[in-house]
């Protein structure tokens, strides 16, 4: 539309993608890196003194269960410290490169597919929709648009609502004045695109932690929590997502669980656009079948039959309507496309009944 060639727009676009990402690590590694080690240094003893302080406590579910849980987490963590440099077997370290380097192939096709997909888009497009019919041509490219707009709808809605949770997280910690709080937003922020339990898994290590400082605190932690999540819910969502992908809450569920089945993680991040793509399908068909079924149930209007004998052409065979007569009058014979001269007779008693001219006017 703006009078680019393709090639250089398409690779326009990936360059600024490339580039926001790369500013985006550059002014947050140091900051970022900087807060992993205060946190892994500090955590630990935090969650020490969490343990000491429930190991005391007369509440029996939080002086058994909770501090021997807080008490695995710390042996779990300083454990993890104390291995420095872990050995690991020649087999083990060429899966690891090996895995490591499929990944970022992988990563390198996927934009290389794309970049071929957008060259290639309309071309594609026309070569499939040839092969069918004039009327399947139309309802195939609208479905086709459908799913497009479907997919593209929720990830920019999923990438907004992960900036948008992400944001509020951080600063609501931040005055909260919560440990290790730009950790703890961008944490809610990334399992914010989780389909539906994504959102809770995000404020878990905010509560635990805010637990190391009191109850109160905790306390307050989970009610910032609820609150941001009933703005995502009212606003956020109707407003963001709005007509993206409309699934209702069972069908979210079962296409999640699918996807886990299928894929694992990376089946339930997909299985919302996938699902998206079938609904739009599913509901193409089904208001097909019901325009078709609501054409053959029309029923016809109760005064077609009559404009035949009124304007002297003889009704159809099938009709089993008969024109009402006056009781003197011998019942007529069933006109057939020979007995011309029964029409006009069936057509002066109508008009008589109305009390009209008998003759029948130019409109009759």
């Known amino acids: 539309r703006r009078h680019v060639p393709r090639p250089l727009g398409i690779l326009a676009v990936y360059g600024a993608i490339v580039g926001a990402v790369s500013l985006v690590f550059v002014l947050a590694a140091d900051p970022i890196g ?34 021997e849980l807080v008490g695995s987490t710390v042996g779990v963590l300083q454990g993890r410290q104390a291995i420095e440099v ?39 497009r026309r070569l499939a929709l040839e092969e069918l019919g ?5 309802r195939v490219g609208r479905i086709w648009s459908n799913v497009e707009a479907k997919v593209g709808d ?12 992400g944001t509020l997280a951080t600063v609501g910690y931040w005055i909260l004045d919560i440990p290790f709080w730009p950790l703890l937003g961008l944490w809610a922020g990334l399992t914010e695109i989780i389909p539906v339990v994504g ?14 400082q009191s109850w109160n605190k905790a306390f307050l932690v989970i009610g910032f929590i609820v609150i941001i999540q009933m703005l995502e819910n009212t606003i956020l969502v109707p407003r963001i997502m709005r007509g993206a992908v409309g699934l209702t809450p069972l069908t979210v569920f ?8 299928f894929r694992g993680i990376v089946g339930a991040l997909l299985a919302i656009p996938v699902a998206a793509g079938v609904q739009v399908v599913l509901t193409d068909v ?33 009709s089993s309507v008969s024109a009402p007569s006056p009781a003197d009058d011998p019942p007529a014979a069933t006109p057939t496309p020979q007995s011309a001269p029964s029409a006009p007779s069936l ?7 109305l009390n009209r001219d008998p003759k029948p006017s130019p409109r009759d």
Do not use: H
């Open 34 to 67: 900087a807060e992993l080690g205060v946190f892994r240094q500090e955590l630990p003893a935090r969650l020490e003194d969490l343990r000491v302080n429930w190991a005391g406590s007369a509440n029996p579910l939080l002086s058994g269960p909770g501090q």
């Open 134 to 138: 004039a009327e399947q041509r139309v």
């Open 254 to 261: 079962v296409a999640i669980l699918a996807g886990t089945q």
């Open 86 to 124: 872990p050995a690991v077997p020649g087999g083990a370290a060429i899966d690891v490169v090996t895995n490591l380097g499929g990944g970022v192939v992988s990563l390198l096709t996927v934009f290389v597919i794309a970049f071929y997909y957008l060259m290639e888009k309309g071309w594609l």
């Open 199 to 212: 959102p809770w898994l995000g404020g878990v290590p905010a509560v635990i932690i805010a637990l190391t």
């Open 286 to 318: 089904l208001d097909a079948r019901r325009a078709a079924q609501a054409d053959r149930a029309a029923p016809a209007s109760a005064w077609r039959w009559m404009r035949g004998p009124l304007a002297g052409i003889p009704p159809p065979p099938q």
């Open 154 to 165: 929720w990830l920019r809605g999923q990438l907004l609502l992960c900036l948008t949770i």
């Open 347 to 353: 057509g002066a008693r109508w008009t008589k009944a």
